[in-house]
């Protein structure tokens, strides 16, 4: 069985391009090596980060991630056992919303092209990142 945490966080400070993109290179290096799989999106400030994988290395990763000085607000929506992996193909899929480059994710996120098109069966992962998107995606 496939553990899941998903989390909302606010950034301390916007974060520039450039820093995103430095944590995001390390998270894919670093979820890699220890199996987990998962998405970010962060939009002006506002995180929503799904982490799946063993419970043990989803759960350390999810201390360090607590703690790190980067994030505050750190808000649980779902932890717990899943029936399978929402991201089973990435260490770590990204979308900053601000820059609109969305390209990576709409193959797995098919509501990027129309948030409010209901007719796609989701599990509750996706759902909480939809809720996610349509509440930040005009910004």
Not at 1 to 11: F, G, H, K, N, P
Not at 16 to 45: F, H, K, M, P
Not at 99 to 116: A, G, T, V
Request: glycine content about 4%; charged content about 25%.
């Amino acid at each position: 069985m496939t553990y899941c945490i998903v989390y909302l966080s606010a950034s301390r400070t916007l974060m520039e391009d450039g820093e995103l993109q430095s944590v995001l290179a390390q998270s894919r290096r670093n979820n890699a090596a220890a199996d987990i799989t998962g998405v970010l999106l962060y939009c002006n400030g506002s995180v929503i980060q799904v982490l799946e994988g063993e419970q043990e290395a989803v759960t350390a990763l999810f201390e360090k991630i607590k703690f790190d000085y980067r994030h505050s607000q750190v808000i649980v929506l779902y932890k717990g056992n899943v029936d399978s992996r929402s991201f089973d193909k990435w260490a770590m899929g990204y979308i900053t919303m601000e820059d609109r480059n969305m390209e990576e994710l709409k193959d797995q996120l098919s509501f990027i092209e129309n948030p409010y098109d209901s007719s796609t069966r989701e599990n509750k992962i996706l759902s909480l990142v939809k809720t996610f998107f349509k509440n930040n995606y005009r910004n």
